[in-house]
C-alpha cells in the first residue's frame, strides 16, 4: 500500500505548483517569482530542515543553483554566441539562410526547423542553439520575420532532433546507461532512430504552420519607419563596380537599395554612386560590391586606431542642432575627419518639406542642414568629441560593428567547444586511438575563456551577453529540481505511478510513463526524470509481463519533450531574452505539442513492438 508523502514532499509539489501558477499568469515578472521561490525555500527548510539535515543544508539547496554547474554553462554558451554575433562570424551563413527567407519567409522557417532537427541528431542540443540563435537574430533585424517567431519553433526542433539517436542528447547517454546497468541490451546509436523521424512529420507541421501564430510578433520597427540615410558609395580597385556595367553587379544588391543618378556605361575607378537605403542595408551593399561609403584613407585610420587602442567600431546616429558649425556646409568641406578621426557614412534627412527633400533626392546634394540626422562611424571616444564639439545630439541605438577580423578565430573557438563536448579530444592511449568526452561545462567554458584571451568579446561587454532574468529563472529551477529529488516527492510520485499501472492496456501504460517523466522533466530536471523514470519503467515491464525497451524509450521520450516551460531545458532559457518570451509563451505553445507527441510517440511505440 502506498504511504501518505512526507509534510517536505507535499510542501516540495505545493511550492512548485505555486511556482508555475505565479508564472503562467503572468502577473509579475519572472525574476520576482523566481526570488520568491528561492527565498521561500531557503526560510522553510531552515526552519524545517529535510530530514536528517541541518538547517544551513536549505540555504545550500535554495542558493546552490548561483553556483551550479548547469547555470555556469548556461552563461559560458551566452559568451560563446556573444563572440560570434560581435565578431560577424556567422555572417556567410546567415546570408544563405536570409536568401532563403527573402525568397519565400514560410520556406525559410521550414529550412532552418529541418537544418536544426538535423544538426541536433549528431551533435549536442544546446551548442546546436547557440549556433542557431545569432543566426536568427540577424535574419530578424533585417525584418525577414520576428525572432519570436522563429526561435522557439527552431529549439523545439533541435529538441525533436536529440532524441533521435543515443548521442543526440547527455540525457539519452544517461537513460540508456541506466538501462544497461539495470541488465538491458545496449541500445544501439540509430535503434530508434525510425520512431523519431515518423514523429517529426507530424511535430514540424505544428512548428511550421501552427506554433508561430500562437506567439506574439516582436518585432521593434518595420522597415518603412527606419530612417533611409543618402550617401555616396565609392569605386575602388578591389569593388566589383571598378571596369563593370551597372546591369551586371545590380543583382548583388540588397534589398532597400536605391541609386539616385543611375550609372550609364562603364563604371571608373574612384567614381562616388549616390545611393540611399537603411543603415543595415548600406553596409550590406558596400559589403556585397566591396565599397567604400567614406573615404577609403578616414575608413583605415580608424581601424588601425581600433586595433591599436584595442577599442570597438562603433556606429551611431547624431541630430545637427541649430547651433552646430555644421549647418549649411558640404559634407566633403567640413573637416569631420581630420578634425574628430570619425567617418559620416550617410544622412538622413526628415520630409519637412516635400519639395526640399525630392530636391536632396535628385541633387545627391549632401550639404548639410538643420535637423539631419548623421550616421557616424568611429571610436567611442572620437564620437562623444564629434557631439560636443560640433552642436549634435546623440540619438539611442548606437551599434557596434563586427570585428569581422577576428570572426575565423571566433568561429574555430565555438567548433572546438562543440568537436570537444560531442566528438572529444583527440587522444591515443596505449590501445590506440580514445578521444576524451568532455563535459559541456568544461568544454563551454575553455571556449569562453577563449574568447576572452583573444579579445573576441571584451570583459566589459559580457553584461550584454547575459541575462540577469534567465540567470535568476535557471537558480530558482536548480533549486525546486533538487527539493523534488531530496523531499522525497519524486520517488513517491514514481510508486504512485506505478501502483495505478497494474490495471491499464500497454498503450495506456506507455502512455501515462511517458507523460509522467515529461511533466517531471519541465518541472524538475532531465537528469532526475531519467534517474526516476528508468528504473520505475523497468519495474513496471518485470511486473506486467511486457518487453522494457518500450517502456524505457518512453522514458527517453519523455525526458526529452521538455518544451512546454523555460525552465525544462538549458536551450529554453538560451532563447528566451532573444525572443522576448515570458513564461506563458512556453506553456501555451509547447503543452499542446507535448500532448501531440505524447500520442503520437505511444502509438508508435505499441505499433513498432506490438504490444
Known amino acids: 500500500m502506498l504511504e501518505a508523502p512526507s509534510y517536505h514532499a507535499i510542501a516540495a509539489m505545493a511550492v512548485t505548483i505555486a511556482m508555475f501558477v505565479g508564472f503562467a499568469r503572468g502577473r509579475f515578472p519572472e525574476e520576482i517569482i523566481s526570488l520568491i521561490t528561492i527565498a521561500v525555500i531557503g526560510v522553510g527548510l531552515y526552519f524545517a530542515p529535510l530530514e536528517g539535515g541541518k538547517p544551513t543544508d536549505g540555504l545550500a539547496i535554495a542558493f546552490g543553483g548561483f553556483g551550479h554547474s548547469a547555470l555556469i554553462t548556461i552563461c559560458a554558451l551566452m559568451i560563446l554566441g556573444r563572440g560570434l554575433v560581435v565578431t560577424g562570424a556567422l555572417e556567410p551563413f546567415a546570408r544563405v539562410l536570409e536568401s532563403v527567407f527573402r525568397y519565400n519567409s514560410q520556406l525559410g522557417?521550414?529550412?532552418?526547423?529541418?537544418?536544426?532537427?538535423?544538426?541536433?541528431?549528431?551533435?549536442?542540443?544546446?551548442?546546436?542553439?547557440?549556433?542557431?540563435?545569432?543566426?536568427?537574430?540577424?535574419?530578424?533585424?533585417?525584418?525577414?520575420?520576428?525572432?519570436?517567431?522563429?526561435?522557439?519553433?527552431?529549439?523545439?526542433?533541435?529538441?525533436?532532433?536529440?532524441?533521435?539517436?543515443?548521442?543526440?542528447?547527455?540525457?539519452?547517454?544517461?537513460?540508456?546507461?541506466?538501462?544497461?546497468?539495470?541488465?538491458?541490451?545496449?541500445?544501439?546509436?540509430?535503434?530508434?532512430?525510425?520512431?523519431?523521424?515518423?514523429?517529426?512529420?507530424?511535430?514540424?507541421?505544428?512548428?511550421?504552420?501552427?506554433?508561430?501564430?500562437?506567439?506574439?510578433?516582436?518585432?521593434?520597427?518595420?522597415?518603412?519607419?527606419?530612417?533611409?540615410?543618402?550617401?555616396?558609395?565609392?569605386?575602388?580597385?578591389?569593388?566589383?563596380?571598378?571596369?563593370?556595367?551597372?546591369?551586371?553587379?545590380?543583382?548583388?544588391?540588397?534589398?532597400?537599395?536605391?541609386?539616385?543618378?543611375?550609372?550609364?556605361?562603364?563604371?571608373?575607378?574612384?567614381?562616388?554612386?549616390?545611393?540611399?537605403?537603411?543603415?543595415?542595408?548600406?553596409?550590406?551593399?558596400?559589403?556585397?560590391?566591396?565599397?567604400?561609403?567614406?573615404?577609403?584613407?578616414?575608413?583605415?585610420?580608424?581601424?588601425?586606431?581600433?586595433?591599436?587602442?584595442?577599442?570597438?567600431?562603433?556606429?551611431?546616429?547624431?541630430?545637427?542642432?541649430?547651433?552646430?558649425?555644421?549647418?549649411?556646409?558640404?559634407?566633403?568641406?567640413?573637416?569631420?575627419?581630420?578634425?574628430?578621426?570619425?567617418?559620416?557614412?550617410?544622412?538622413?534627412?526628415?520630409?519637412?518639406?516635400?519639395?526640399?527633400?525630392?530636391?536632396?533626392?535628385?541633387?545627391?546634394?549632401?550639404?548639410?542642414?538643420?535637423?539631419?540626422?548623421?550616421?557616424?562611424?568611429?571610436?567611442?571616444?572620437?564620437?562623444?568629441?564629434?557631439?560636443?564639439?560640433?552642436?549634435?545630439?546623440?540619438?539611442?541605438?548606437?551599434?557596434?560593428?563586427?570585428?569581422?577580423?577576428?570572426?575565423?578565430?571566433?568561429?574555430s573557438i565555438m567548433l572546438g567547444a562543440i568537436a570537444t563536448a560531442s566528438l572529444g579530444l583527440p587522444w591515443f592511449d596505449a590501445n590506440g586511438y580514445a578521444p576524451i568526452k568532455l563535459p559541456i561545462a568544461i568544454s563551454a567554458l575553455a571556449g569562453a575563456i577563449a574568447m576572452f584571451v583573444t579579445g573576441c568579446v571584451k570583459f566589459d561587454r559580457v553584461g550584454r551577453a547575459l541575462s540577469a532574468k534567465v540567470i535568476v529563472l535557471i537558480a530558482a529551477s536548480l533549486a525546486i529540481g533538487r527539493v523534488i529529488d531530496e523531499s522525497g516527492a519524486a520517488e513517491w510520485l514514481g510508486q504512485a505511478l506505478s501502483l495505478g499501472l497494474a490495471y491499464l492496456p500497454p498503450a495506456l501504460v506507455l502512455s501515462a510513463i511517458m507523460l509522467f517523466v515529461t511533466v517531471l522533466t519541465n518541472f524538475a530536471s532531465n537528469a532526475t526524470a531519467a534517474t526516476i523514470g528508468t528504473p520505475i519503467a523497468f519495474s513496471i515491464a518485470n511486473q506486467l509481463g511486457l518487453p522494457p525497451e518500450p517502456l524505457v524509450l518512453a522514458v527517453l521520450f519523455g525526458c526529452n519533450l521538455s518544451f512546454a516551460t523555460p525552465i525544462a531545458y538549458q536551450s529554453n532559457l538560451l532563447i528566451m531574452s532573444e525572443g522576448g518570451y515570458e513564461f506563458s509563451d512556453y506553456v501555451r505553445a509547447g503543452v499542446p505539442l507535448v500532448a501531440l507527441m505524447v500520442t503520437v510517440l505511444s502509438a508508435l511505440l505499441v505499433l513498432w513492438y506490438g504490444l
Request: proline content about 4%.
Open 109 to 411: 522557417l521550414l529550412t532552418a526547423l529541418m537544418l536544426a532537427f538535423s544538426m541536433s541528431m549528431f551533435v549536442n542540443d544546446t551548442p546546436v542553439m547557440v549556433l542557431l540563435i545569432p543566426i536568427i537574430v540577424a535574419i530578424a533585424a533585417k525584418g525577414l520575420m520576428a525572432s519570436s517567431k522563429i526561435l522557439m519553433p527552431v529549439n523545439t526542433a533541435v529538441l525533436l532532433g536529440g532524441m533521435s539517436t543515443t548521442i543526440g542528447t547527455s540525457t539519452n547517454i544517461l537513460v540508456v546507461t541506466i538501462a544497461a546497468d539495470l541488465g538491458m541490451k545496449a541500445f544501439g546509436v540509430f535503434q530508434f532512430t525510425p520512431i523519431i523521424l515518423i514523429a517529426g512529420l507530424v511535430a514540424i507541421p505544428y512548428l511550421w504552420l501552427v506554433m508561430p501564430r500562437m506567439l506574439r510578433d516582436n518585432s521593434v520597427v518595420p522597415d518603412k519607419q527606419r530612417r533611409i540615410f543618402h550617401t555616396r558609395l565609392r569605386v575602388g580597385a578591389s569593388s566589383l563596380l571598378s571596369g563593370a556595367d551597372f546591369a551586371s553587379v545590380k543583382g548583388r544588391l540588397p534589398e532597400g537599395i536605391t541609386f539616385h543618378d543611375m550609372p550609364e556605361g562603364t563604371l571608373q575607378l574612384d567614381q562616388r554612386l549616390h545611393i540611399s537605403g537603411t543603415h543595415e542595408a548600406l553596409e550590406e551593399a558596400a559589403r556585397a560590391l566591396k565599397g567604400e561609403l567614406a573615404p577609403t584613407w578616414v575608413i583605415d585610420r580608424i581601424r588601425r586606431i581600433s586595433k591599436a587602442q584595442g577599442e570597438d567600431i562603433v556606429a551611431v546616429e547624431m541630430t545637427v542642432t541649430s547651433d552646430s558649425r555644421l549647418v549649411s556646409r558640404a559634407l566633403a568641406s567640413s573637416g569631420i575627419a581630420d578634425l574628430y578621426g570619425v567617418a559620416v557614412l550617410g544622412i538622413h534627412r526628415p520630409a519637412r518639406v516635400l519639395g526640399e527633400r525630392d530636391t536632396y533626392a535628385a541633387t545627391g546634394d549632401l550639404h548639410i542642414l538643420e535637423g539631419d540626422v548623421l550616421l557616424v562611424m568611429g571610436i567611442e571616444e572620437d564620437l562623444n568629441s564629434f557631439a560636443e564639439g560640433d552642436g549634435l545630439l546623440r540619438l539611442e541605438g548606437a551599434r557596434e560593428l563586427p570585428r569581422r577580423s577576428k570572426a575565423v578565430l571566433a568561429g
